[in-house]
């Protein structure tokens, strides 16, 4: 007698039986009984996107279609990266872990070379019944750091990050950071174009092409009721190069563009603390060699254009993909989720793209909106950090706590969806390696504390910066001596934290 085959049909008669009883208890006759169904997620992912959204009060940006989402969602008003660069800030969201953690503060380390067994984001879901893929840039895939296979039902789905289509801007061929972004050789390679503008279609790019394949992807989904899915759709722009179609430099007057209202580095920051250059000298006509010289007005004013540009492009193809989702009728039962990887600095102090500590840099855009959940169009000033994504979204589902083999320091943000008065932080924590150093850094309501450690000398003294954002969010003055007071008490606030993990070496 098979026995396997006996237990089988033994439990699917009790199962009917079961239900059977359920129902003529209920009712008197046999009717249905549907198990709630869980709901989907849409994680969007953009590259590079400050707040420069309507929706957060910025009265540059145009982006109607994130405007939109934030009006049927909960938007964040101070959401925060754990670390301001692409690689590691992705890693942050999918495990649940903040570099200080793990110790991957860098390009060119792939987190299971460290955490085999690590569960991400998506595999947790997965692991739940849930069908996980992607498309775009989700992880980093680039500079030696590679796509995570395990994290997804199928395979992902990618597309470039650095792209041109003018025949000007590929006279000189194939580049420096086109061959970085795709694992190759960048040696002797020339420097590309920062921007470009021909009158193509949006799907000359990847990010057009990356929302085209997420509404077939959707229409397909659609047909399969019967298991929920995990979308996770990456946008490049607005990443340099800044090259989009014409007609979104066209939304703006560039003589109207606001320029930098300070140029100079934080009085009393110490010198390792701030960046020059650094990925923007990777492009022309940027200076090779970026001091502490603010760029000339012209250039200034044409990196900003371009900048918005790309923010009004990605907006575009935002949109395409929430319509599908609402004319399939998907709208109603899907948690969505707009997430920006880390702030960019314009020009601000001088400096430009990320990699430092400060408020422009790490501060994200942050919506979510999950049907039936909360407000409609709230905001709230929760602190949040890159790595509460994770729990949120698993409490959001209905799912169980992640219990996970890597290091896990998200908090789940769902009671503040429902009540955006809640505090669920009192403090966002991040960390940024400069100079030989470990920048740990706090940021409350008011004020930021980096504290700044030599990696491999304990005898080097720690310094400390200390910035208050009373009057704005850009940081003018290291007030550290000036206040001790406040400076001891975040100091014991960030002492709550582990020491951060050493870099870990590459493998």
Not at 82 to 98: D, E, I, K, T, Y
Not at 334 to 352: E, Q, S
Request: aromatic content about 10%; proline content about 8%.
């Amino acid at each position: 007698m098979d026995l396997t085959k006996s237990v089988t049909n033994f439990q699917l008669s009790l199962s009917v039986l079961c239900a059977v009883s359920v129902a003529i208890l209920t009712s008197g006759s046999c009717i249905a009984i549907d198990k709630p169904k869980r709901p989907n997620v849409l994680l969007i992912m953009v590259d590079d996107l400050r707040p420069a959204i309507g929706a957060y009060g910025d009265p540059v940006a145009i982006t109607p279609n994130m405007d939109k989402l934030a009006a049927n969602g909960v938007l964040f008003e101070q959401a925060y990266s754990n670390q301001a660069v692409c690689a590691p800030s992705r890693f942050n969201l999918m495990l649940g872990s903040r570099s200080s953690s793990s110790g991957i503060y860098g390009f060119g380390q792939n987190f299971r070379d460290y955490y085999a067994d690590a569960i991400t984001l998506p595999q947790f879901f997965m692991q739940q019944g849930y069908h996980t893929e992607s498309m775009g840039k989700v992880f980093h895939i680039g500079h030696g750091t590679y796509q995570d296979e395990a994290s997804w039902s199928v395979p992902h789905h990618g597309d470039l990050v650095i792209e041109y289509v003018d025949p000007v801007s590929k006279s000189n061929g194939f580049t420096r950071e086109e061959a970085l972004f795709s694992n190759q050789s960048a040696q002797g390679l020339s420097r590309g174009l920062a921007w470009e503008s021909p009158d193509v279609e949006d799907d000359a790019y990847a990010d057009g092409r990356v929302a085209n394949r997420a509404v077939e992807r959707l229409r397909s989904l659609k047909a399969r009721p019967e298991q929920p899915f995990f979308l996770a759709v990456g946008f490049a722009r607005p990443h340099l190069p800044f090259s989009v179609p014409q007609r979104y430099w066209d939304l703006y007057d560039e003589d109207k563009l606001p320029l930098p209202t300070r140029t100079t580095r934080p009085d009393g920051a110490p010198p390792y603390a701030v960046k020059y250059g650094t990925e923007i000298d990777q492009y022309v006509p940027i200076p090779a060699q970026v001091t502490e010289e603010p760029f000339p007005d012209s250039l200034t004013r044409k990196l900003i254009h371009g900048y918005y540009a790309g923010v009004s492009y990605v907006d575009v193809q935002i949109g395409k993909v929430l319509d599908e989702l609402a004319a399939l009728g998907l709208d109603d039962n899907t948690i969505v989720v707009l997430w920006g990887d880390h702030g960019y600095m314009l020009g601000d102090m001088g400096m430009w793209t990320k990699h430092v500590n400060y408020e422009l840099a790490n501060r994200i855009p942050l919506i979510i909106a999950a049907p039936g959940i909360g407000q409609a169009g709230a905001h709230t000033g929760q602190l949040a950090e890159t790595v509460d994504i994770y729990p949120t979204l698993a409490a959001l589902a209905g799912l169980p706590a992640p219990q996970v083999p890597q290091p896990f320091d998200g908090l789940s943000m769902a009671p503040v969806l429902t009540n955006p008065d809640a505090r669920i932080r009192n403090h966002a924590y991040h960390c940024f390696p400069r100079g030989g150093r470990l920048g740990r850094a706090i940021r409350t309501d008011r004020y930021r504390l980096v504290e700044w450690r030599d990696v491999g000398d304990a005898t080097v003294p720690v310094e400390y910066e200390l910035y208050d954002y009373k009057n704005g969010l850009m940081e003018v003055k290291n007030i550290a001596d000036e206040q001790p007071a406040v400076r001891d008490s975040l100091k014991a606030i960030l002492a709550q934290h582990p020491d951060a993990a050493p870099p870990r070496p590459r493998k």
